[in-house]
C-alpha cells in the first residue's frame, strides 16, 4: 500500500467551478500536511501546508482528519491557471521530517 | 536567491554510460534531498543529507546509483552505468533543518537514457 494515496484524475472542470481533492495517508505517525502545486514540467511548489483546524487561502480551503488518516483541497471559482497537478504531502518527525509524496491528481480547468 | 540550481537541465545518453547530475543548494539550507519523479511511481526520495552527512540512502534503487555531498554548496548523484529505467525527471532540494516547511525545489534535471 502506498504511504500516501490520492485519485489520479484527470478533473476536468469548467471556469468558476468547485472541486475537491482526497487523500489518504497510512502512517498514524505523520506528522505536518501539506499540499503541493506542479505545473507541467516544472518543480513541485508549496501551495498550502494543512491544520488540523482546518486553514484557507483565498480559493483554497484544506482540511484534514487525523482519525480517518484524511487530507482534502478544496478550489472554489476555479480558474484557467488552476490547471496543474495537486500533491498531497506528508512529512513523519521520525523520519527526519523528508516529505513524502502522492502520485498526485491533475486538474484541467476549461474556459 | 538564486534558488536550488540543478544541472543539466537535460540529459540523454546511452546505456551503460555514467551520468552525473548536480545541485546547489540555497545558501545557509544544510538539508539536501534527492527526489525521482516518474509517471509511475511519481515523487520517490532517493537520498537526503543533513549538514553534508547521509542520513538516509533507503530510496537509492541499488548501488548503480551513489550520492556525495562534498560541501555544503554541492552535491551530486551518480549512475553508473546507466539503464532504460532510469529514465526520469531528477529533483534536488533543500531546506533549513530547523525550519521543516521551507523546502525548496529546484528546476530538476530531465534523464533520458535510451
Known amino acids: 500500500r502506498k504511504e500516501v494515496e490520492q485519485d489520479p484524475g484527470p478533473f476536468n472542470v469548467p471556469e468558476g467551478a468547485t472541486v475537491a481533492f482526497n487523500c489518504t495517508y497510512s502512517?498514524?505517525?505523520?506528522?505536518?500536511f501539506f499540499w503541493y502545486r506542479q505545473d507541467c514540467r516544472k518543480e513541485p511548489k508549496l501551495l498550502m501546508s494543512?491544520?488540523?483546524s482546518g486553514n484557507e487561502d483565498g480559493r483554497f480551503t484544506a482540511q484534514l482528519n487525523r482519525a480517518s488518516q484524511y487530507i482534502s483541497l478544496l478550489i472554489r471559482d476555479s480558474k484557467l491557471s488552476d490547471s496543474a497537478t495537486y500533491l498531497c504531502?506528508?512529512?513523519?518527525?521520525?523520519?527526519?521530517?523528508?516529505?513524502?509524496f502522492g502520485t498526485g491528481t491533475r486538474l484541467a480547468v476549461r474556459p | 536567491d538564486a534558488g536550488v540550481i540543478q544541472s543539466p537541465r537535460h540529459e540523454v545518453t546511452e546505456m551503460g554510460q555514467e551520468v552525473t547530475l548536480r545541485c546547489k543548494p540555497i545558501s545557509g539550507h544544510n538539508s539536501l534531498f534527492w527526489y525521482r519523479q516518474t509517471m509511475m511511481r511519481g515523487l520517490e526520495l532517493l537520498i537526503y543529507?543533513?549538514?553534508?552527512?547521509?542520513?538516509?540512502d533507503s530510496g537509492m534503487p541499488e548501488d548503480r546509483f551513489s550520492a556525495k555531498m562534498p560541501n555544503a554548496s554541492f552535491s551530486t548523484l551518480k549512475i553508473q552505468p546507466s539503464e532504460p529505467r532510469d529514465s526520469a525527471v531528477y529533483f534536488c532540494?533543500?531546506?533549513?533543518?530547523?525550519?521543516?516547511?521551507?523546502?525548496?525545489f529546484g528546476s530538476g534535471t530531465r534523464l533520458t537514457v535510451v
Open positions: 502512517n498514524s505517525a505523520s506528522q505536518s
Open positions: 504531502v506528508v512529512t513523519v518527525k521520525s523520519s527526519g521530517d523528508k516529505l513524502t
Open positions: 532540494a533543500s531546506r533549513r533543518l530547523d525550519y521543516s516547511y521551507g523546502y525548496t
Open positions: 494543512v491544520y488540523s
Open positions: 543529507f543533513n549538514n553534508n552527512v547521509p542520513i538516509d
